[in-house]
């Protein structure tokens, strides 16, 4: 059983830098593929971006390209998401997950076993 904790959320001033953690507890992190995913109150819970195991091969949606990077220390069982150029549409809650699923459909929620509590992300405009 893996347990996810995200950190780092809060208001931000749009235009600015977020970065968000999440660490990871009761499994061999370094073989799961790591996600984060938001969501809107009301709406889908979307793929944002993902990591495999190793670190070597970072994901992103179409959507976010460009402004987010993903990262993770396997040394400190740790993921982490930083968010450049904010804006106001970036507001939502922010959830990391885990997955030992390496069948390619890192971007589908319903790939990922674990999942942590959420951080919520306001960006003020």
Known sequence: QVQ???SGGGLV??????????????GTFSRYIMGWFR????????FVAAISGSGGYP???????GRLT???????????????????EDTAVYYCAATNDYSGNYYRAQT???WGQGTHVTVSS
């Open 70 to 88: 993903i990262s993770r220390d396997n040394a400190k069982n740790t993921v982490f998401l930083q968010v450049n150029s904010l804006k106001p």
């Open 13 to 26: 001033q749009a235009g600015g830098p977020l970065r968000l953690s999440c660490t990871a507890s009761g």
């Open 4 to 6: 996810l904790v995200e």
């Open 112 to 114: 990922y076993a674990y």
């Open 59 to 65: 994901y992103y949606a179409d959507s976010v390209r």
């Open 39 to 46: 969501q809107v109150a009301g709406k889908e819970r979307d």
